[in-house]
């Protein structure tokens, strides 16, 4: 892992190489292993590193190249070093003395760096100097795992990884950007280079940003939604096709200097990526820590959630299943909610997603590294790619094939038990109706689900101002029928979201490399491209479930039961009750967006001991407000 900076200035008043150790030194912890910088008072380039891959050690960032006309540093994983050592024709020993940013370096050199950018496999956020053109320019891969910010000011243009880096110049302003606060606690997608400070900016994931003096210019070198269907034969050649590219991802991923471990759920996902993982390892004879986070007193837990809410049994048989998994269990309260939410903001300089799920988060984290792992897997984004269901495809499958096709895949789907005859008759009416129709008939007369967004704890006129009724109501009730989302819905959800400076917050608390097998773009590419029919071939989400009963058991696919992440999640709202209250007290006298807050409609007031089943919704407003809260008193100064 590496923490980048670089500055360019044009003033005699700013001295890039001065800006460039600020911004290391404000970002050590990301990279307390070794610190590198290059430049002058004009332009500077540096890094922090943090060893986490074997090649790691061969670190001497920054990197010349093209006989000296440009420069770069990167924080990258590439995950398909061999096939960028055959197309660049190295020798097995130029191979192995090159680091992830020299081999980068030598293939932009060869291709340059637009043509090289899709030839990438792996995570990366990249600043590259060109000495000849003055031109700084940023890149980042389109998972969202690695971060890079950058400022501009009239003097000046400053890059790093982490927010830190840049609120460790006296140049930069703090101000919050309300805006995007209130659509962030609205639920509203992460568009464009908008950040929660309202002078800093992002690159956005697939996007490459060049600077100069007087221009900035955005391309987005990796459009999902552009990706064409492609035939790659029937279901079973298909699934072949995906199961050999995710075991090679996953060889890929396994690439660590520490031991390996897992996230394991009662799910699809997670149950794939688990077992696809232990037989990688095992052909090395290594083993594999599989985590699974679960309630700490499940049997308390209201009846309807029982069922859903205690993961551990589904994934220990999971687990049973191979020899060299070792199962660890961590409690979802492992440690004090808004304790664990400060302590990640007061590093990210943002606000987590859910604070709920990052307590345990954290705690297998912690746990892990006392084991000696630095690389866990995980398949976060697996209802987006392999296990995309119906519910999610369904528009895309409207928007591909006709009416006929569809409504015949929605009956095969509703007889075979696969989709319930309400929400299969919900899929008919928004075919046949105009949707101002079909939302106004789903609204009298359907349960339609609550949306989850917090735009009721927002002030009537913040809501009016920005639209913000309804621009929820639009993102979550049209399903990708209608609207942004319109026939690609699952490659606006891959990047609606910007997980970069939580996972390196993680990273350098406790050391710990999150990887995503189903964010490698060879995976999300391949499933975008499949044809939209097949993921319903048969059954829903077909597969997820066709790798589970081959990967794992026909019989544990018999009797899957979805489960709820942080089901108990109401006992940590209620036992810490009185400091979320207080720290949302102290934010709202600061903040000019919040209506006054009536603490019963955050957090239930019965007994701790009482089973109360803590809605979803609630639970994501409660979670997003305390968020907000703590963020805004941290750059306010008034955290303890």
Not at 318 to 328: C, K
Not at 559 to 568: C, H, L, P
């Amino acid at each position: 892992m590496t923490a980048l900076a670089t500055c360019l200035s044009w003033s005699s008043e700013v001295s890039a190489r001065n800006y460039v150790e600020r911004m290391l030194r404000a970002q050590s912890m990301f990279g307390p292993d070794n610190t590198a910088l290059d430049g002058s008072s004009e332009i500077a380039l540096g890094r922090n590193l943090m060893r986490m891959l074997p090649e790691d050690v061969l670190d001497r960032q920054p990197v010349d190249f093209a006989g000296g006309r440009y420069q770069l540093v990167a924080d990258i994983r590439l995950d398909n070093r061999d096939e960028l050592h055959s197309e660049l024709a190295l020798s097995a020993q130029q191979a192995r003395l090159l680091c992830d940013a020299a081999l980068l370096a030598a293939a932009f050199e060869h291709w340059g760096i637009e043509d090289t950018l899709p030839r990438l496999a792996g995570l990366f956020a990249i600043a590259v100097w060109d000495r000849k053109d003055k031109t700084l320019t940023l890149v980042r891969d389109p998972s969202s795992y690695r971060p890079l910010y950058y400022f501009q000011h009239p003097r000046f243009i400053a890059a790093s990884s982490m927010l830190k880096g840049l609120l460790a110049l006296a140049d930069v302003p703090r101000e919050l950007n309300e805006t995007w606060l209130a659509e962030y606690i609205s639920l509203l997608p992460h568009k464009g280079p908008v950040t929660f400070f309202r002078h800093i900016s992002r690159v956005a994931p697939g996007r490459m940003v060049r600077l100069s003096r007087d221009k900035a210019q955005t391309v987005h070198w990796c459009d999902l939604s552009s990706i064409p269907e492609q035939r790659f034969g029937s279901f079973d050649e298909t699934l072949e096709a995906l199961d050999d590219l995710m075991q090679t991802v996953i060889r890929a991923q396994t690439r660590s200097i520490g031991g390996i471990g897992s996230h394991l759920s009662g799910g699809l996902d997670s149950g794939v990526v688990t077992a696809l993982s232990a037989k990688v390892l095992a052909e090395k004879g290594k083993t594999l820590s599989a985590y699974t986070a679960a309630p700490r007193a499940p049997e308390e837990l209201p009846p309807s959630l029982r069922q859903l809410a205690d993961e551990s049994p589904q994934a220990r048989q999971v687990a049973a299943l191979f020899p060299n998994i070792e199962h660890r269990i961590i409690f979802n309260d492992a440690n004090p909610m808004t304790d664990v939410t400060a302590r990640y903001i007061g590093i990210m300089d943002e606000i987590p997603l859910n604070p709920a799920n990052l307590v345990w988060m954290d705690a297998i984290q912690r746990d892990a590294h006392k084991k000696g792992i630095s690389t866990i897997l995980n398949g976060i984004r697996g209802n987006f790619t392999f296990s995309a269901g119906f519910e999610l495809t369904a528009p895309e499958f409207r928007h591909r094939r006709s009416r006929l096709s569809y409504l015949h895949r929605v009956a095969s789907l509703a007889q075979a038990g696969e989709v319930t005859p309400r929400r299969a008759m919900a899929y008919v009416l928004h075919d046949v109706l105009p949707p101002a129709l079909f939302h106004a008939v789903q609204s009298r007369l359907s349960r339609a689900p609550e949306v989850p967004s917090g735009v009721t704890l927002l002030k009537s006129d913040v809501v009016s101002n920005l639209d913000l009724t309804d621009r929820v109501n639009r993102r979550y009730r049209m399903h990708g029928f209608d609207g942004e989302m319109a026939g690609h819905g699952r490659a606006f959800l891959l990047q609606q979201r910007d997980h970069g400076s939580l996972m390196k917050a993680s990273q350098a608390l406790n050391r710990i490399d999150e990887r995503d097998v189903c964010s490698d773009l060879r995976i999300v590419k391949f499933c975008l491209s499949v044809p939209i029919d097949l993921f319903s071939h048969g059954h829903d989400r077909a597969f997820a479930k066709a790798l589970y009963q081959r990967h794992l058991s026909a019989d544990r696919l018999a009797v899957f039961v979805k489960g709820r992440q942080a089901a108990d999640s109401h006992r940590m709202f209620f036992s810490e009750r009185e400091k979320i209250l207080s720290e949302i007290a102290r934010a709202t006298a600061k903040s000019s967006l919040f209506q006054k807050v009536v603490p019963e409609q955050l957090v239930n007031s019965q007994p701790e001991t009482q089973a109360v089943d803590f809605p979803f919704s609630q639970q994501v407003r409660v979670s997003r407000l305390l968020g907000t809260s703590l963020f805004i008193n941290h750059i306010t100064g008034r955290n303890s």
